[in-house]
């Protein structure tokens, strides 16, 4: 194929594919009302797929919503689609896809989906579409021809639920204006892994740190990375390794020199604003950078002519997820829900550090908008990892500042008039105390705590000076991990359970029966990158002290307070993760690796 002939249109690959909806003119333009029916219909359609779709991963208030919206006249279906757009109970990647199904498209939701001949293709572009159609994770499919060889049609997939008409030029520059573009829909995640598979991991070790930084943030979203992880050698050779942490696992991706180490540290000081000071000291900051927020830490390592940086950047989650699309069971969000409407009290949310805390403590607070109510929410973070509209002022921890600690900010915000407070952790006596006496004054504090369960807490609790009758302030304790989820494209069915899944169900007190047990392929698959797991889910308990917790806390009786937490209605972590097995969502070998006393007891055998 010459891609730089011009080519004439002719029959379209597929009849029953359609572009996204485009703007329609109106009212100004003279738009008849029977040239705007065909949109209101295909509105009506989006609503109507998304209200049937089991897959889509809707929720009940989502479905409501819908059913509601349906209700309404035709000629309201795209403002209903906006609004629920807007408020978030739909999202884009829902959106998009309803949309997909309403024209035929197809969806690629795994790398396997993507065609053969779309890979064939990713070679044969020029090389300059072939960097625009990275840059913007554009997926190409197929092509189609007229019987002279010349392109008319061409086939392309992305994450977008609207048309990108600049996009579309950009890209009609390379080819006939009159080829006929067909949008499709794939993950974003999707596009990013068809581009990255089959790369060098080799890096010019010429390429300037702009340029290095932009791949490596470009490499850690396309692979769904968390954290980035740039390591000296601990051998002190001038080297360093780029690692990506993928599902909770760190994973060597990239060798640069320590050269461009030190001018990729100077760039993101730069970037981020951060104090300048030598490497003998650790320093931390944050920037943006391609749509996310990143947290960054550099920390002084020990070379063999003095010290050397080492760069850990995080990703920080800007959208907030609702409590139902995290994937905990109804019963677990009825008990948050209900714990985060109260008007004061004290809600803690416990975990070991990247166990989700931030990301469920948001949820849980947007999941009653506080501020559809007329309430005024304050978050005091280091640094503020979600930005939501509606919250009326974010603050950001500076240790380094003495006007800036969590405490003083917490003095001040207490100052301001807020119905809600987001407080990022409770470490010491102090902070404990004042964070009970603004729940004793009519506040709603969220606010994380070390500890490993939310029976450990009320131990904890009372080593901060709370305990007793301050206790019944605690409107709930949650404590989660993060287990990861098998790959839904090649996970194996588990026909007849092994002795230790029996096990895990029957410490757990839940029955076996009807469960759609599945096990991770030890082989995994492209999708997952050969790991056999895709993705992470909470697995958490909750724990609302009752009248004799806190007569317990009173006198000091910690050593039966787990019976006594099971009798208030505690069930631990593991039989969520249980709860999650029998749905075929992931397995006992990964569940043992996560829930305390299940790793213990695989240790001790």
Avoid at 57 to 66: E, F, S, Y
């Amino acid at each position: 194929m010459d891609w730089s002939q011009p080519t004439k249109p002719t029959a379209g690959f597929y009849p029953a594919v359609g572009g996204l909806v485009e703007p329609v003119p109106t009212g100004e333009q003279g738009v008849s009302a029977q040239e705007a029916t065909p949109r209101q219909e295909t509105h009506l359609q989006i609503l109507r797929i998304l209200h049937i779709a089991n897959d889509l991963g809707l929720d009940n208030v989502a479905k409501q919503r819908l059913d509601d919206a349906l209700k309404e006249p035709s000629s309201q279906a795209e403002k209903a689609v906006r609004q629920l757009l807007a408020q978030k109970v739909i999202t884009r990647i829902q959106l998009a896809r309803g949309m997909a199904r309403v024209h035929k498209m197809r969806e690629l939701m795994s790398v396997l989906d993507i065609p053969a001949e779309g890979f064939a293709l990713r070679t044969q572009v020029p090389s300059k579409l072939k960097t625009l159609l990275r840059n913007e994770r554009i997926v190409p499919i197929s092509q189609v021809k007229d019987d002279n060889g010349a392109l008319t049609d061409f086939h392309l997939a992305h994450d977008s639920p609207i048309r990108d008409l600049v996009v579309e030029a950009k890209i009609r520059e390379f080819f006939s204006p009159d080829l006929r573009l067909h949008w499709h829909f794939a993950l974003r995640e999707v596009a990013g892994a068809f581009w990255l598979s089959g790369e060098s991991e080799t890096i010019d070790a010429g390429m300037e740190a702009e340029a290095l930084l932009d791949r490596i943030i470009s490499n850690a979203i396309d692979s769904r990375s968390s954290d980035i992880h740039i390591d000296p050698s601990i051998k002190g050779e001038p080297r360093a390794v780029i690692k990506y942490r993928i599902d909770g696992f760190v994973h060597p991706k990239e060798v640069i020199t320590i050269e461009q180490l030190d001018r990729l540290r100077v760039r993101i000081e730069n970037l981020a604003r951060m104090p300048k000071v030598n490497l003998n000291h650790a320093n931390k900051g944050a920037f943006s950078r391609s749509g996310y927020d990143w947290r960054v830490q550099i920390q002084p390592h020990a070379g063999r002519q003095g010290p050397v940086p080492r760069v850990v950047i995080r990703r920080l989650q800007p959208e907030v997820m609702p409590l139902e699309a995290l994937g905990y069971p109804q019963e677990f969000i009825d008990k948050v829900k209900n714990a985060a409407g109260a008007p004061n009290g004290v809600i803690f949310w416990t975990g070991p550090t990247g166990s989700g805390k931030t990301e469920s403590i948001h949820a849980a607070v947007v999941s009653v908008n506080p501020m559809a109510k007329g309430l005024s929410v304050h978050t005091i973070e280091d640094p503020p990892e979600k930005r939501v509209p509606g919250y009326a002022v974010q603050m950001e921890m500076a240790s380094e500042d003495p006007s800036r600690t969590g405490l003083q900010l917490l003095k001040s915000s207490l100052r301001a008039d807020p119905d809600v407070v987001i407080f990022g952790e409770v470490r010491d006596a102090e902070m404990a105390g004042l964070v009970f006496e603004a729940a004793n004054t009519g506040h709603l504090v969220f606010t994380t705590l070390h500890t490993n369960t939310a029976v450990d807490s009320i131990a904890r609790l009372a080593e901060l000076g709370i305990k007793g009758f301050l206790l019944s302030y605690v409107r709930g304790i949650a404590s989660q991990r993060l287990v990861r989820r098998l790959c839904t494209h090649c996970k194996l069915k588990l026909e007849t359970p092994d002795e230790y899944t029996r096990y895990v169900f029957d410490r757990y007190q839940v029955g076996i029966e009807g469960a759609d047990l599945y096990v991770a392929n030890p082989e995994g698959c492209a999708s997952c990158n050969f790991t056999g797991y895709y993705g992470r889910i909470a697995v958490a308990e909750w724990l609302k002290p009752n009248k004799e917790i806190v007569e317990a806390s009173e006198q000091e009786n910690y050593a039966g307070m787990e019976e006594i937490a099971k009798r208030a209605g505690w069930q631990p972590m593991g039989r969520m993760g249980v709860l999650h097995i029998k749905r075929g969502i992931t397995d006992a070998a990964e569940l043992s690796t996560k829930i305390l006393e299940l790793s213990a007891e695989t240790l001790a055998k």
